[in-house]
């Protein structure tokens, strides 16, 4: 081959490579240059809240009592006792039912020493859970039992299904109020802008009714008053909420 021609082959292999490395080159930067998105923002708060209300429920614990010497003797008693507070739970119009029923053998711990005075050897009681559609009658029923001679062991001011309903309903209401409120100020500090809520998770903390342990009659010459007190009800949530850049 002349040497002109092997010149010329050389010099065109030389353009091929160069080309291809340009092309190579601008692929590659064209590939550089790229974005990615960024990633979608969240922002995650807990908050409570509560609600309270009067209570229009009433529940009234009393139990009629007897003690003596042999199970016999204390059943007996116990009947008589029964027959007396129910007599006079029947004559306030009450709704009530059996909630406990037993006699047993006194433990020789719960006995008082015996130079004090000679101890029952057993015990029985029979109790009532007394259920009133208004708390009007509370005290009444207080008085009805201690009169019958029974006792008055729990005293709870409650509410009614709806009203409970519409008390927890009120309790996620402010507690969602109290979230949405502090997703917005950690937002704005953060230059983001909250847009939807993206999960919630949400729980009762607690509901309060009003409860007396015991209750006092007073005697039989004067009326028992029950201060109702307020029943509360606390929702806790957990939201996430979705944000944006401001």
């Known amino acids: 081959m ?32 790229s974005t990615v998105q960024p990633a979608d923002q969240s922002i995650s708060v807990t908050a409570t809240g509560s609600a309270d209300t009067s209570p229009d429920r009433a529940v009234v614990h009393v ?15 116990l009947a008589a006792n029964s027959e007396a507070l129910r007599t006079a739970l029947d004559e306030l119009g ?39 559609e208004t708390t009007d009658n509370t005290g009444s029923v207080i008085d009805a039992a201690a009169e019958a001679g029974a006792e008055v ?10 009203q409970r309903t519409e008390l927890r309903e009120d309790a996620i209401q402010a507690a969602m109020t109290d ?30 009714p009003v409860r007396y342990e015991t209750a006092d009659a007073g005697g039989a010459a004067s009326e028992t008053v029950v201060s109702e007190g307020s029943v509360s009800v606390t929702y806790r949530v957990g939201v996430t909420y979705n944000a944006t850049a401001a």
């Open 179 to 208: 979230a949405r409120s502090q997703a917005d100020t950690i937002a704005a500090a953060g230059d983001l802008r909250v847009d939807s809520v993206a999960t919630v998770d949400a729980s009762q903390g607690r509901y309060v």
């Open 94 to 132: 009450v709704d009530y039912e059996t909630t406990e029923y037993r006699i047993n053998a006194v433990d020789e711990r719960e006995r008082p020493p015996r130079e004090e005075r000679a101890s029952a050897e057993y015990r029985g009681v029979h109790a009532y859970q007394v259920t009133l």
């Open 2 to 33: 002349p040497r002109d021609s092997l010149v010329i082959a050389g010099v065109a292999a030389v353009l091929v490579l160069a080309t291809a490395g340009a092309v190579a080159t601008g692929l590659g930067t064209a590939g550089a240059q």
């Open 63 to 77: 139990a009629a009592t007897a003690q003596g010497n042999s199970s016999v003797v204390v059943r007996d008693a």
């Open 153 to 162: 062991t729990d005293v709870e001011l409650t509410l009614s299904e709806e």
